[in-house]
């Protein structure tokens, strides 16, 4: 609501596409309160190949109602609830002739990933619910398939966490149309990727008749001795007056 708040004139920007539909899948764990986690999807249309990246068409971002026992569930569940939402919308894909392959689902959890698949065998995880095994009957069915990438490059992750008005200026040009900066998919990697690596943003700054490159933190550092050197003159103003 803080970002809708301060960004009334976000555009989201959507491209021709071959209409199939992509989701990537993400969780938070414990971070509601009661010890609760938080599921994220993020649905979009894209073409077979799937480079195309294009507006979201559905945004998930809501508290799981039971409390899960692990990470792995949590995923799970994220997971089972946003295939849920998919199904009406691959139904209308269909009936409006847009034909669509299994549709692919992108977690971050490699024993989530596993266990729908069939890789992994229950055995500790015996406790996760089992209305959450529903996904591993229609994976079965042909209806979706789970796949495995890594968090850094999950675009659901973005709307799990609080995040910093830094990391919402970083994405922007992902999730909201950039007439500066118009992505493919390997762009959008690209920014998470750094996002994930802490790799810093550097800004050109003018000194003299030299263009140098800067970091935040030296920002902040030419910021603090700006400041301390306004108080000292504030300082001698005070005495000269007295």
Not at 9 to 22: E, G, P, S
Not at 123 to 145: A, L, T
Not at 225 to 242: D, F, G, I, N, T
């Amino acid at each position: 609501m803080d970002y809708c708040a301060s960004n009334p004139d976000a555009v989201k920007l959507y491209r021709a596409c071959d209409m199939i539909l992509r989701i990537h899948s993400d969780a938070a764990y414990l971070v509601e309160p009661e010890a609760r986690s938080r599921a994220g999807g993020f649905f979009y249309l894209g073409n077979q190949d799937g480079q195309q990246m294009n507006g979201s068409i559905l945004i998930l971002a809501k508290v799981i109602k039971n409390v899960v026992s692990s990470a792995s569930e949590a995923e799970i569940a994220a997971l089972f609830m946003n295939a849920r939402l998919a199904l009406p919308l691959r139904v209308a894909l269909e009936e409006m002739g847009h034909k669509q392959p299994a549709t692919e689902l992108i977690t971050d959890n490699n024993t989530a990933e596993g266990i729908l698949n069939g890789k992994i065998k229950q055995n500790r995880s015996k406790g996760i619910d089992m209305r959450y095994y529903w996904i591993r009957d229609r994976v079965s069915q042909g209806q979706f398939v789970v796949n495995w990438k890594p968090g850094s490059v999950n675009l659901a992750d973005y709307f799990t966490k609080h995040h910093p008005a830094s990391h919402h200026k970083a994405l922007r040009a992902i999730y909201l149309f950039d007439t500066n900066n118009r992505l493919d998919l390997q762009g959008c990697i690209k920014i998470l990727s750094d996002r994930a690596t802490g790799k810093k943003h550097e800004h050109k700054v003018n000194k003299g008749n030299k263009s140098v490159m800067q970091t935040p933190d030296k920002q902040v550092t030419i910021v603090s001795k700006l400041a301390m050197c306004v108080a000292r003159l504030k300082a001698q103003m005070c005495a000269s007056a007295a």
